[in-house]
């Protein structure tokens, strides 16, 4: 095509793939779309972009964080109903970043509200060998043989973040990890870890852990000291916004919170790089202020905060540098 003066107007099929890439690049800077959801857009354009965005660079990190499903909860399992619509397009978007990823993604973030499909997960665990960094999408719809099936593709995996989860989820989850995933070092968990039971399986099963984050978690006295004494190469430890029990919450009876750490836990934690809380102690360490809104949330929540209730993306923050999206 020319223009009146001469000059020839170029084809979009034409640009350089320097060029390229960096319009392509610059998708993980716009803040309300998803960085996958506008490469899949731009792979269907002409098949020199779609080539263009096969390059390995643009995939080491998958991040799905700003998809979310339209969904209603229910009574009955899965205790959610998809929108077909939404699950559409989370199905489409995975699949064709799995395609021009070519095997390469070592980060895959999911957004707390998405509800992966059992066969959609382990369609994309066998897709993800290299995977080193997973954030977790809900439970809900993922079967115990596809959260075994999945783990063992992940031979590589080092660091996870889950929701809240059930016991015979995490049971499973920490086996098939001690068994396949012999670098695993990082574990960021947001739900209940009120129980000795629960953190004695962790000690169990991570005991190479080294970052550990139950922010926003409801924890046990108890538990908190296993995890101190059980995990020997333990570095970092957040308990931020926490609701730390006296002792194991018993349905229908209140709780007893523990407002100010002894120092006995005190004591455990000072061998640690860096002890995380909210809470006060005998000793100052790194203690955040006294009031704080979102220890307030995690204890009108009873322990699980219900993340769609607050600021948008509340959930990916953290005082681990390592652990924050």
Same mark, same amino acid.
């Given at each position: 095509?020319?223009?009146?003066?001469?000059?020839?107007?170029?084809?979009?099929?034409?640009?350089?793939?320097?060029?390229?890439?960096?319009?392509?690049?610059?998708?993980?800077?716009?803040?309300?779309?998803?960085?996958?959801?506008?490469?899949?857009?731009?792979?269907?354009?002409?098949? *020199?972009?779609?080539?263009?965005?096969?390059?390995?660079?643009?995939?080491?990190?998958?991040?799905?964080?700003?998809?979310?499903?339209?969904?209603?909860?229910?009574?009955?399992?899965?205790?959610?109903?998809?929108?077909?619509?939404?699950?559409?397009?989370?199905?489409?978007?995975?699949?064709?970043?799995?395609?021009?990823?070519?095997? !390469?993604?070592?980060?895959?973030?999911?957004?707390?509200?998405?509800?992966?499909?059992?066969?959609?997960?382990?369609?994309?665990?066998?897709?993800?060998?290299?995977?080193?960094?997973?954030?977790?999408?809900?439970?809900?719809?993922?079967?115990?043989?596809?959260?075994?099936?999945?783990?063992?593709?992940?031979?590589?995996?080092?660091?996870?973040?889950?929701?809240?989860?059930?016991?015979?989820?995490?049971?499973?989850?920490?086996?098939?990890?001690?068994?396949?995933?012999? !670098?695993?070092?990082?574990?960021?968990?947001?739900?209940?870890?009120?129980?000795?039971?629960? *953190?004695?399986?962790?000690?169990?099963?991570?005991?190479?852990?080294?970052?550990?984050?139950?922010?926003?978690?409801?924890?046990?006295?108890?538990?908190?000291?296993?995890?101190?004494?059980?995990?020997? !190469?333990?570095?970092?430890?957040?308990?931020?916004?926490?609701?730390?029990?006296?002792?194991?919450?018993?349905?229908?009876?209140?709780?007893?919170?523990?407002?100010?750490?002894?120092?006995?836990?005190?004591?455990?934690?000072?061998?640690?790089?860096?002890?995380?809380?909210?809470?006060?102690?005998?000793?100052?360490?790194?203690?955040?202020?006294?009031?704080?809104?979102?220890?307030?949330?995690?204890? !009108?929540?009873?322990?699980?905060?219900?993340?769609?209730?607050?600021?948008?993306?509340?959930?990916? *923050?953290?005082?681990?540098?390592?652990?924050?999206?």
């Amino acid at each position: 095509m020319e223009w009146e003066d001469g000059k020839t107007l170029g084809r979009w099929e034409d640009l350089s793939t320097d060029i390229l890439w960096k319009i392509f690049e610059s998708f993980n800077d716009v803040s309300d779309l998803s960085s996958a959801v506008e490469k899949v857009h731009c792979s269907a354009v002409c098949s *020199a972009w779609r080539s263009a965005l096969c390059d390995p660079h643009l995939y080491h990190t998958l991040d799905l964080s700003m998809i979310k499903h339209n969904f209603i909860k229910t009574k009955d399992e899965p205790y959610v109903y998809v929108c077909s619509h939404s699950d559409l397009t989370l199905s489409r978007v995975l699949k064709v970043s799995l395609s021009l990823s070519h095997q !390469n993604i070592t980060t895959l973030i999911f957004n707390l509200q998405l509800y992966v499909p059992d066969d959609l997960f382990t369609y994309t665990a066998e897709r993800c060998p290299k995977l080193r960094r997973l954030v977790m999408p809900s439970w809900n719809k993922i079967k115990i043989d596809g959260i075994s099936k999945a783990i063992g593709c992940w031979k590589h995996l080092e660091s996870l973040t889950i929701g809240n989860i059930e016991k015979y989820q995490y049971l499973t989850l920490l086996q098939v990890i001690d068994y396949n995933c012999k !670098n695993f070092r990082e574990l960021k968990l947001m739900g209940t870890c009120d129980t000795y039971s629960f *953190a004695s399986v962790m000690v169990r099963y991570l005991p190479k852990l080294e970052v550990l984050s139950l922010r926003c978690s409801m924890l046990s006295k108890d538990a908190l000291m296993v995890i101190l004494e059980g995990l020997p !190469n333990l570095e970092v430890l957040n308990i931020s916004h926490c609701v730390v029990l006296d002792e194991t919450h018993q349905p229908h009876q209140p709780f007893r919170i523990v407002e100010e750490l002894d120092a006995s836990i005190v004591d455990k934690a000072s061998r640690l790089k860096r002890f995380i809380t909210c809470m006060r102690m005998p000793t100052a360490m790194h203690v955040q202020e006294d009031s704080c809104s979102i220890c307030q949330r995690t204890r !009108n929540d009873e322990g699980i905060i219900r993340w769609h209730r607050y600021e948008e993306g509340m959930w990916k *923050a953290d005082e681990v540098a390592s652990l924050a999206l």
